[in-house]
C-alpha cells in the first residue's frame, strides 16, 4: 500500500515538474563566417542536445559576406550572434546590442610575410602591398598600426579576396589572416613564413563573441541565461572532443575544409580560448574600455560615459524559475512524505515490538504466578504430607496398642493354664477368655488387611443401614450373654427416636471395636460397670462412645 502511495505522488509530481517545462523556443544563431571549427561550441551544443535539454529549437545559420550579422541581430531577425570588436563600435553607435561572452580570449587575426622577406614589424609594411580589410573586420590590426604611429594611407590597401593566391604569388606582401587557418596551407605546402601579432605590440582584443540584442535580453531573459549556459557547455564539450566535433562538421556541416585541417583549427582555437586558464565566455570590462580607447585614436567612436549596459548582467535579470521551484518543491515533499513514512514504520515497529514486550511480561508475571501456586501446592502438599505422617504415627501407636493388649491377655493366660494346681473351673475360664482374645485378633487383623488391602481375599467394608440405639442394644445383650455381666452393670445412653435415625456404617466393625473397649474394661475393673453411648453433634460425623468406671491412668501414665 505504501509503496503504491509513493509512485503515485511521484507520478503526480513529474506530472507537475513537466508540466512546468517551458515551451519549446526557436532561435537563430548567425555565424560570422562559414562552417568551420571556429564555431565548434555552438555544434556540439546543438548535436548533444544542450539547447533541448532548456526548451530551445536552435537554427545556425552560416555567416555571409553579403549579409551582416550585426544588422540581422539589432533588428531582431536573429537572436543571437557571433561578432568580434565591431559589436562594441555598434553598440557605441546606438545599436542595442548585449554582449554576452567572450569566447576567444586573444584573437586570431595576423598579418602573415614571408620568412625571405624584409618585413618584420608594422613599419616595415609602409609602401608595401598590404590585403587587408579597412572595416571593422580589420579593426584590430588597423589599431596595430595606429598604435605604431602607422597610418592606413602609408600602405598600398589591396583589397580582400579570402584567398592565399595573391600571396602565394608575390602579389601581396603582406597578408591579413586567421592563425587558425592559413598557416595551416603554407606549411602543407612547405613555405616558410614570419607572423605579425597584434598581441606584441599592446594590441589584445576578444574574438568570437556572443552577442543579443537588449530587446531579447529584457523580454525573455530566461532564454537568454539558457542559450548561454547551452553554449558554454557545447564548447567545453567541443575542446575536450576535437575529433568528434572535426568529423561531426565534415559529414553535417561543411566539404571546404579537411578533417586534418579541422584538427589544425582546433588545436589554435583551444590556444586562443585558453581554458585551462580562463573560464570559457569570461569578460573583463577594462579589456574592452582598453579595447574602446584604441577604436577611439582611431576615429572610429566617440568617448563613452559608461559601457555598463553593453554587458550582460545575469544578476540583473534573476527571474522566479518555476521548473526548478517546482522541481525542489517535489523534491522536498517527496523526501518529506519518504521521511513521515520511515517515521511511521518505524514507530509502528517500535509499538509492535512494544506490544511483543508487554506480551511477554505478562506471560512472564503468568508464569510467575502458576510457580508460586505451584510453590503454595507444593507447601500445602507438604504440610498434609506431615500431617499424613503424624497420622499415621499415632495410627500405628494406637495400632500397636491394641495388638499389645490381646497378646499380653493371651500371654498371661497362658502362663496360668501352665501352673499345675490350676483348678478346673478357672482352666476352663482361661481357655474361654484366649479362644476370646483369639477372635479378637482374627478379627482385628482381618480389618487391618482391609484398611491397607494387602489381601484381595481379605474381609472388606460392609456398609449397612443401622439404627445406632438398635445397635447399641444387640452389643448390650451380647454383653450379658457372652461376659457375664448383669443388666445393673450396663448402662445405655440412647438418644430420642425422634433424633436416632438409620445411617450407613460397618456394624460388624463397630461391635468389635466396642467389644475390645469392654473387654479392657472387664480386665481391669473387677465388677465393672459401663456406660455406652453414641452422639452426632458434628456434621456428617457418629461418635460411639464406652466408658467405665475404672481408676483410669495417672498423669506420669499419659505422657508415655
Given at each position: 500500500?505504501?509503496?503504491?502511495?509513493?509512485?503515485?505522488?511521484?507520478?503526480?509530481?513529474?506530472?507537475?515538474?513537466?508540466?512546468?517545462?517551458?515551451?519549446?523556443?526557436?532561435?537563430?544563431?548567425?555565424?560570422?563566417?562559414?562552417?568551420?571549427?571556429?564555431?565548434?561550441?555552438?555544434?556540439?551544443?546543438?548535436?548533444?542536445?544542450y539547447y533541448s535539454e532548456l526548451g530551445i529549437d536552435v537554427e545556425i545559420i552560416e555567416g555571409n559576406p553579403d549579409a551582416s550579422v550585426l544588422e540581422m541581430v539589432s533588428s531582431g531577425e536573429a537572436g543571437f550572434g557571433v561578432g568580434n570588436v565591431e559589436v562594441l563600435v555598434n553598440y557605441l553607435k546606438g545599436e542595442p546590442l548585449v554582449l554576452l561572452a567572450s569566447i576567444m580570449q586573444h584573437s586570431p587575426s595576423v598579418f602573415i610575410v614571408k620568412e625571405n622577406s624584409s618585413i618584420y614589424n608594422p613599419h616595415d609594411l609602409v609602401d608595401k602591398n598590404v590585403m587587408l580589410h579597412t572595416d571593422e573586420r580589420g579593426y584590430e590590426l588597423l589599431s596595430m598600426l595606429y598604435n605604431e604611429g602607422v597610418k592606413p594611407w602609408q600602405l598600398n590597401i589591396v583589397t580582400h579576396t579570402h584567398s592565399i593566391n595573391e600571396f602565394l604569388a608575390n602579389e601581396v606582401d603582406a597578408l591579413s589572416a586567421y592563425i587558425t587557418s592559413e598557416p595551416y596551407f603554407l606549411e602543407s605546402y612547405g613555405i616558410p613564413y614570419r607572423?605579425?601579432?597584434?598581441?606584441?605590440?599592446?594590441?589584445?582584443?576578444?574574438?568570437?563573441?556572443?552577442?543579443?540584442?537588449?530587446?531579447?535580453?529584457?523580454?525573455?531573459?530566461?532564454?537568454?541565461?539558457?542559450?548561454?549556459?547551452?553554449?558554454?557547455?557545447?564548447?567545453?564539450?567541443?575542446?575536450?572532443?576535437k575529433e568528434e566535433i572535426a568529423a561531426l562538421i565534415?559529414?553535417?556541416?561543411?566539404?571546404?575544409?579537411?578533417?586534418?585541417?579541422?584538427?589544425?583549427?582546433?588545436?589554435?582555437?583551444?590556444?586562443?580560448?585558453?581554458?585551462?586558464?580562463?573560464?570559457?565566455?569570461?569578460?573583463?570590462?577594462?579589456?574592452?574600455?582598453s579595447m574602446a580607447n584604441f577604436l577611439y585614436q582611431q576615429g572610429l567612436i566617440e568617448i563613452p560615459e559608461s559601457i555598463d549596459t553593453f554587458f550582460y548582467h545575469k544578476e540583473r535579470h534573476?527571474?522566479?524559475?518555476?521548473?526548478?521551484?517546482?522541481?525542489?518543491?517535489?523534491?522536498?515533499?517527496?523526501?518529506?512524505?519518504?521521511?513521515?513514512?520511515?517515521?511511521?514504520?518505524?514507530?509502528?515497529?517500535?509499538?509492535?515490538?512494544?506490544?511483543e514486550m508487554s506480551i511477554l511480561l505478562t506471560k512472564l508475571e503468568e508464569q510467575n504466578k502458576r510457580i508460586a501456586q505451584i510453590n503454595t501446592?507444593?507447601?500445602?502438599?507438604?504440610?498434609?504430607?506431615?500431617?499424613?505422617?503424624?497420622?499415621?504415627?499415632?495410627?500405628?501407636?494406637?495400632?500397636?496398642?491394641?495388638?499389645?493388649?490381646?497378646?499380653?491377655?493371651?500371654?498371661?493366660?497362658?502362663?496360668?493354664?501352665?501352673?499345675?494346681?490350676?483348678?478346673?473351673?478357672e482352666k476352663k475360664e482361661l481357655i474361654s477368655e484366649i479362644k476370646i482374645?483369639?477372635?479378637?485378633?482374627?478379627?482385628?487383623?482381618?480389618?487391618?488387611?482391609?484398611?491397607?488391602?494387602?489381601?484381595?481375599?481379605?474381609?472388606?467394608?460392609?456398609?449397612?443401614?443401622?439404627e445406632p440405639n438398635?445397635?447399641?442394644?444387640?452389643?448390650?445383650?451380647?454383653?450379658?450373654?457372652?461376659?457375664?455381666?448383669?443388666?445393673?452393670?450396663?448402662?445405655?445412653?440412647?438418644?430420642?427416636?425422634?433424633?436416632?435415625?438409620?445411617?450407613?456404617?460397618?456394624?460388624?466393625?463397630?461391635?468389635?471395636?466396642?467389644?475390645?473397649?469392654?473387654?479392657?474394661?472387664?480386665?481391669?475393673?473387677?465388677?465393672?460397670?459401663?456406660?455406652?453411648?453414641?452422639?452426632?453433634?458434628q456434621p456428617e460425623m457418629l461418635t460411639f462412645w464406652l466408658s467405665d468406671n475404672g481408676a483410669g491412668l495417672t498423669l506420669e501414665q499419659l505422657t508415655q
Amino acid at each position: 500500500m505504501k509503496k503504491c502511495f509513493l509512485l503515485t505522488l511521484f507520478l503526480i509530481l513529474q506530472f507537475f515538474i513537466v508540466d512546468a517545462k517551458p515551451a519549446i523556443q526557436k532561435v537563430e544563431l548567425v555565424l560570422r563566417w562559414k562552417h568551420q571549427f571556429q564555431f565548434a561550441g555552438y555544434y556540439a551544443a546543438l548535436e548533444k542536445g544542450y539547447y533541448s535539454e532548456l526548451g530551445i529549437d536552435v537554427e545556425i545559420i552560416e555567416g555571409n559576406p553579403d549579409a551582416s550579422v550585426l544588422e540581422m541581430v539589432s533588428s531582431g531577425e536573429a537572436g543571437f550572434g557571433v561578432g568580434n570588436v565591431e559589436v562594441l563600435v555598434n553598440y557605441l553607435k546606438g545599436e542595442p546590442l548585449v554582449l554576452l561572452a567572450s569566447i576567444m580570449q586573444h584573437s586570431p587575426s595576423v598579418f602573415i610575410v614571408k620568412e625571405n622577406s624584409s618585413i618584420y614589424n608594422p613599419h616595415d609594411l609602409v609602401d608595401k602591398n598590404v590585403m587587408l580589410h579597412t572595416d571593422e573586420r580589420g579593426y584590430e590590426l588597423l589599431s596595430m598600426l595606429y598604435n605604431e604611429g602607422v597610418k592606413p594611407w602609408q600602405l598600398n590597401i589591396v583589397t580582400h579576396t579570402h584567398s592565399i593566391n595573391e600571396f602565394l604569388a608575390n602579389e601581396v606582401d603582406a597578408l591579413s589572416a586567421y592563425i587558425t587557418s592559413e598557416p595551416y596551407f603554407l606549411e602543407s605546402y612547405g613555405i616558410p613564413y614570419r607572423l605579425i601579432k597584434p598581441s606584441s605590440y599592446g594590441i589584445d582584443f576578444y574574438s568570437d563573441c556572443l552577442f543579443t540584442n537588449k530587446e531579447l535580453v529584457e523580454q525573455n531573459h530566461d532564454l537568454v541565461d539558457d542559450f548561454v549556459t547551452a553554449s558554454l557547455k557545447g564548447w567545453e564539450y567541443a575542446l575536450h572532443n576535437k575529433e568528434e566535433i572535426a568529423a561531426l562538421i565534415v559529414k553535417k556541416y561543411s566539404t571546404a575544409k579537411t578533417y586534418n585541417q579541422l584538427l589544425y583549427e582546433a588545436n589554435e582555437i583551444h590556444k586562443l580560448i585558453n581554458p585551462e586558464l580562463v573560464a570559457i565566455g569570461h569578460t573583463n570590462r577594462g579589456r574592452w574600455l582598453s579595447m574602446a580607447n584604441f577604436l577611439y585614436q582611431q576615429g572610429l567612436i566617440e568617448i563613452p560615459e559608461s559601457i555598463d549596459t553593453f554587458f550582460y548582467h545575469k544578476e540583473r535579470h534573476l527571474n522566479v524559475r518555476w521548473d526548478w521551484i517546482l522541481i525542489f518543491i517535489s523534491s522536498f515533499l517527496l523526501i518529506v512524505v519518504v521521511g513521515v513514512l520511515f517515521y511511521l514504520r518505524v514507530v509502528k515497529g517500535v509499538t509492535r515490538k512494544t506490544k511483543e514486550m508487554s506480551i511477554l511480561l505478562t506471560k512472564l508475571e503468568e508464569q510467575n504466578k502458576r510457580i508460586a501456586q505451584i510453590n503454595t501446592q507444593l507447601l500445602s502438599a507438604r504440610e498434609v504430607a506431615e500431617e499424613s505422617l503424624r497420622d499415621k504415627s499415632t495410627f500405628f501407636a494406637g495400632l500397636t496398642s491394641e495388638l499389645k493388649n490381646p497378646v499380653k491377655g493371651m500371654v498371661l493366660a497362658a502362663n496360668a493354664l501352665a501352673k499345675p494346681d490350676i483348678g478346673g473351673t478357672e482352666k476352663k475360664e482361661l481357655i474361654s477368655e484366649i479362644k476370646i482374645l483369639g477372635d479378637t485378633l482374627n478379627h482385628f487383623s482381618k480389618d487391618i488387611t482391609s484398611i491397607f488391602i494387602l489381601d484381595p481375599s481379605a474381609e472388606r467394608i460392609s456398609y449397612h443401614d443401622t439404627e445406632p440405639n438398635d445397635l447399641l442394644k444387640t452389643f448390650a445383650a451380647k454383653c450379658t450373654k457372652q461376659h457375664g455381666l448383669d443388666k445393673e452393670q450396663i448402662r445405655l445412653s440412647l438418644l430420642s427416636p425422634l433424633v436416632s435415625q438409620k445411617v450407613l456404617i460397618d456394624k460388624e466393625k463397630v461391635l468389635r471395636s466396642l467389644d475390645i473397649l469392654l473387654s479392657n474394661a472387664i480386665k481391669h475393673s473387677p465388677g465393672v460397670k459401663i456406660q455406652i453411648g453414641w452422639s452426632n453433634d458434628q456434621p456428617e460425623m457418629l461418635t460411639f462412645w464406652l466408658s467405665d468406671n475404672g481408676a483410669g491412668l495417672t498423669l506420669e501414665q499419659l505422657t508415655q
